[in-house]
T-cell receptor, first 109, second 117 residues
Framework: GQNIDQPTEMTATEGAIVQINCTYQTSGFNGLFWYQQHAGEAPTFLSYNVLDGLEEKGRFSSFLSRSKGYSYLLLKELQMKDSASYLCAPMDSNYQLIWGAGTKLIIKP | ETGVTQTPRHLVMGMTNKKSLKCEQHLGHNAMYWYKQSAKKPLELMFVYNFKEQTENNSVPSRFSPECPNSSHLFLHLHTLQPEDSALYLC????????????????FGPGTRLTVL
């Protein structure tokens, strides 16, 4: 079956760094997406990885290891506005996104 | 209007009512999606349309009926819903993913918060 595993909730301090892990099992693989979703709002795209390695985009970076079925999202210089849920979503062989339940990130001053 | 819009934003309906949710995308995409999001659960894909043709129906009960009259509009018709159908219904659009080009991020609308009494 297809399965996504990511922590339910994490807490971090403003200005710090946090890493949100995601492990996945899918039928085929066509890359992995990370989305951010603020409470009561729609998800918005953050990153896409299809090859192994680290993709950096400003304060956010995303890493992928296909052989391990593992990805992480790294957030640096945390700001209060980063408080949100972060959704890991690999794409399967049918080009469908398989969504995790999301990690709720709480930023404290 | 830009991006993906959804109406209504909030809907309260009784179990015997019939209502419709509307989604419109202004991005020139050719794939549209309906998702259900319940509290603390993963997004559940309900329906997918590629080039106006339904390509996915993930075992959704028949009380949910999608309609895609053109590549810019998507409807979700609702009838005789149950209280457990109360959730946030999200519409999304993207370019259709094809072999060799799977990278097509989905753009989401703001959602319709549905409450079934």
């Amino acid at each position: 079956g297809q399965n996504i595993d990511q922590p339910t909730e994490m807490t971090a301090t403003e200005g710090a760094i946090v890493q949100i892990n995601c492990t996945y099992q899918t039928s085929g693989f066509n890359g992995l997406f990370w989305y951010q979703q603020h409470a009561g709002e729609a998800p918005t795209f953050l990153s896409y990885n299809v090859l192994d390695g680290l993709e950096e985009k400003g304060r956010f970076s995303s890493f992928l290891s296909r052989s391990k079925g593992y990805s992480y999202l790294l957030l640096k210089e945390l700001q209060m506005k980063d408080s949100a849920s972060y959704l890991c979503a690999p794409m399967d062989s049918n080009y469908q996104l398989i969504w995790g339940a999301g990690t709720k990130l709480i930023i404290k001053p | 209007e830009t991006g993906v819009t959804q109406t209504p934003r909030h809907l309260v309906m009784g179990m015997t009512n019939k209502k419709s949710l509307k989604c419109e995308q202004h991005l020139g995409h050719n794939a549209m999606y309906w998702y259900k999001q319940s509290a603390k659960k993963p997004l559940e894909l309900m329906f997918v349309y590629n080039f106006k043709e339904q390509t996915e129906n993930n075992s959704v009960p028949s009380r949910f009926s999608p309609e895609c009259p053109n590549s810019s509009h998507l409807f979700l018709h609702l009838h005789t819903l149950q209280p457990e159908d109360s959730a946030l219904y999200l519409c999304a659009s993207s370019q259709a993913s094809i072999a060799g080009d799977p990278y097509n991020e989905q753009f989401f609308g703001p959602g319709t918060r549905l409450t079934v009494l």
